[in-house]
């Protein structure tokens, strides 16, 4: 199994700029979330769907970022314009249906705004 | 509001002290309880899990963890750790209805040679 994909890996862009983040959860796995970590303010979790619908967006930090959902293999994380105090690492995760609850994490964006 | 306390930010420990991570969680229902690692530079990976039954956890790498359910805590050990422990551990918890976890903080732990 391959795991959560995140692309890309690293993203450095100009503030004002649009940043699309990407991720593939592991087949199979119905929920998905969005993380974004920082020093000063941790783990915080931004929204996360479930069987493709978003459930919880109250995480999002303002109508800059928007996150969709189309199939249950792709998820995407839009942040339009960039600011530099969005500089984070962006973790996807994924957890499969039934009572399990884990989630398992994908290996992360680190993007930087200047 | 619910949320999960972890009073230790940093923690120094030689290699084969014994460690003790506290955490604590506010909800007075059903809860289900984890513990992640992160690695320097990895992703976050489960250490151990709590969902009913024996509240003495046992995860992988020689952690374990014990559920206090008087207490709200779920405080994680290891009797001798290594320098590869060196990491960032995080609690979260789980209430009833939906797959949503709720983290702490983190404590940060370096284990000297």
């Known amino acids: 199994d391959a795991g959560v994909i995140q692309s890309p890996r690293h993203e450095v862009t100009e503030m004002g700029q649009e940043v699309t983040l990407r991720c593939k959860p592991i087949s199979g796995h119905n929920s998905l979330f969005w993380y974004r970590q920082t020093m000063m303010r941790g783990l915080e979790l931004l929204i996360y769907f479930n069987n493709n619908v978003p459930i919880d967006d109250s995480g999002m930090p303002e109508d800059r970022f928007s996150a969709k959902m189309p199939n249950a293999s792709f998820s995407t994380l839009k942040i339009q314009p960039s600011e530099p105090r969005d500089s984070a690492v962006y973790f996807c995760?994924?957890?499969?249906?039934?009572?399990?609850?884990?989630?398992?994490f994908g290996p992360g964006t680190r993007l930087t705004v200047t | 509001a619910q949320s999960v306390s972890q009073h230790n930010h940093h923690v120094i420990l030689s290699e084969a002290a014994s460690l003790e991570l506290g955490c604590n969680y506010s909800y007075g229902g059903t809860v289900n309880l984890f513990w992640y690692v992160q690695y320097p530079g990895q992703h976050l990976q489960l250490l151990l899990k709590?969902?009913?039954?024996?509240?003495l956890v046992k995860g992988i790498k020689g952690f374990e963890a014990e559920f206090i359910k008087s207490k709200f805590s779920f405080n994680l050990r290891k009797p001798s750790v290594q320098w590869s422990d060196t990491a960032e551990y995080f609690c979260a918890f789980r209430t009833g209805g939906g797959n949503k976890l709720t983290f702490g903080t983190g404590t940060q732990l370096k284990v000297e040679l």
């Open positions: 995760a994924s957890s499969p249906s039934g009572f399990s609850y884990e989630q398992y």
């Open positions: 709590y969902f009913s039954g024996d509240p």
